[in-house]
């Protein structure tokens, strides 16, 4: 089924929408190169996210405003690479999102429109 293995669904109680969210951890502090091993999370989160994406709904139902959304859940030591290599168009017609969670359990969303903001800020 297309939605195996997701890491978090979770039903709007108000709205007939679903959350469907990949979440990644930092790595261990062993590893020889986090950098690469957030990379490396990264690459296998949006993957395993795209690849759980329910193509076959009704057409009415394809916009952010209904059927399922999606969202991609990461330590804030991921932020800064996160934000440089994801385009925001891709989450704006993936209906994508991306959640920081910082070791205080504060949680930043991030939309396209916030991640264009935050990609044009940064030029």
């Known amino acids: 089924m297309w939605e195996q293995g997701v890491d978090i669904k979770v039903k709007n109680d108000k709205y ?22 957030r990379s490396s999370s990264f690459n296998s989160a949006m993957g395993q996210i795209i690849t759980r994406m329910y193509s076959n709904r009704n057409e009415r139902y394809r916009d952010c405003y209904h059927g399922y959304k999606y969202g991609l859940a990461f330590s804030t030591y991921f932020r800064d690479m996160v934000i440089k290599k994801t385009p925001f168009n891709v989450l704006r017609r993936l209906c994508l999102y991306i959640f920081f969670v910082d070791k205080n359990k504060n949680v930043e969303e991030i939309n396209w429109k916030k991640l264009k903001t935050i990609q044009s800020e940064e030029v």
Request: glycine letters at 10%; charged letters at 25%.
């Open 16 to 37: 007939p929408r679903y959350w469907l969210i990949e979440v990644k951890g930092d790595p261990s502090s062993k590893v020889q190169s986090p950098s690469g091993s």
